[in-house]
């Protein structure tokens, strides 16, 4: 079974920052695919931030600038460090990752959201 646990969140004021984190965890095999998503409620979940395995780093233009995604394979953590943040921000943070399980089998795992307010 695979799991992952976000921590992070908060309430921030306009303009600050947070880092978000991510840990996988169980019968990993391999991590390909990690990202962040975001969703407010009675909206759609978008695109925030992508980070492939060879390195290769996608962002929402929303958050270009803004956002930096980064990982630690070793730790099969990734990061989410936003600045500069604004109210349109406020949302429940999703991490992703596609990972190949012990079973060989590879699917898209989800973590449990945590929230990010942004209000003065």
């Known amino acids: 079974q695979v799991q992952f646990v976000e921590s992070g969140g908060g309430l921030v004021q306009p303009g600050g920052s947070l880092t978000l984190s991510c840990a996988a965890s169980g019968s990993i095999t391999s991590i390909y695919n990690m990202g962040w998503h975001r969703q407010v409620l009675g909206k759609e979940r978008e695109f925030v931030a992508g980070?492939?395995?060879?390195?290769?780093?996608t962002y929402a233009d929303s958050v270009k600038g803004r956002f930096t995604i980064s990982r630690d394979n070793a730790k099969k953590t990734v990061y989410l460090q936003m600045t500069s943040l604004k109210p349109e921000d406020t949302a429940v943070y999703y991490c992703?990752?596609?990972?190949?399980?012990?079973?060989?089998?590879?699917?898209?795992?989800w973590g449990q959201g945590i929230e990010v307010t942004v209000v003065s």
């Open positions: 980070s492939t395995n060879g390195g290769r780093l």
């Open positions: 992703n990752g596609l990972i190949t399980d012990v079973s060989g089998a590879a699917r898209m795992y």
